[in-house]
């Protein structure tokens, strides 16, 4: 089955640096897409950004960009996002989610699970 | 960049037909033919029920509808059913490369 497998739970304190991963099940991670899609708890969804795993090729919502950063490791199939300096305002659930493969893709196929963050001093 | 608007919550008795609106402006939804809606069931990972405007993907129940008359778009439920209990997320190309969600919209089953 065809499924983007997330990080398990992070509990973190202010200041701290943190990376969770989103790794492809079967298919080649090259080939899609990975945005990441934050949802603050009681909130409703935010789009973060997206990478093009064949070229780690960015794009940010001006609401992350500086503050998170993408990447991707092609031989694991996995996504990551990654925080060098969390703030208790980072605290949710974090979707990876992958872009199908075609024209106007600007739309998510697939779902991870969720990693829920908590950043707590 | 603000997010699109729905409505907070909607509900509807099992069977009759619900209609969800997203709105947002000539910058997005009303650009592009790239408004998409998402299912979340607590718990659950999240679905696509519909692409570009109205296309539905496959699996998807043909009691889901997708529409957009300027810079609103529409997703119609009919014959609702307990399972549809759920919230429901719009999302839409904003331009330079960037997408933008809806609120959210909490839709109740009676």
């Known amino acids: 089955e065809v499924q983007l497998v997330q990080s398990g739970a992070e509990v973190k304190k202010p200041g701290e640096s943190l990376r969770i991963s989103c790794k492809a099940s079967?298919?080649?991670?090259?080939?899609?897409?990975i945005s990441w899609v934050r949802q603050v708890p009681g909130k409703g969804l935010e789009w973060m950004g997206r990478?093009?795993?064949?070229?780690?090729?960015?794009d940010y919502s001006p609401s992350f960009q500086g503050h998170v950063s993408l990447s991707v490791d092609k031989s694991t199939r996995t996504a990551y996002l990654q925080w060098s300096s969390l703030k208790a305002s980072d605290t949710a659930i974090y979707y990876c989610?992958?872009?199908?493969?075609?024209?106007?893709?600007?739309?998510?196929?697939?779902w991870g699970r969720g990693t829920l963050v908590t950043v707590s001093s | 960049q603000s997010a699109l608007t729905q409505p907070a919550s909607v509900s509807g008795s099992p069977g009759q037909s619900i209609t969800i609106s997203c709105t947002g402006t000539s910058s997005d939804v009303g650009s592009y033919k790239l408004v998409s809606w998402y299912q979340l069931h607590p718990g659950e990972v999240p679905k696509l029920m519909i692409y570009k405007d109205d296309k539905r993907p496959s699996g998807v129940s043909d009691r889901f509808s997708g529409s957009k008359s300027g810079n609103t778009a529409s997703l119609t439920i009919s014959g609702l059913q307990a399972e549809d209990e759920a919230d429901y997320y719009c999302c839409s190309f904003a331009g330079s490369s960037t997408l933008l969600f809806g609120g959210g919209t909490k839709l109740t089953v009676l």
């Open positions: 079967t298919y080649s991670l090259t080939s899609k897409w």
């Open positions: 990478i093009d795993p064949s070229d780690s090729y960015t």
């Open positions: 989610a992958r872009h199908p493969w075609e024209s106007g893709n600007w739309y998510f196929d697939l």
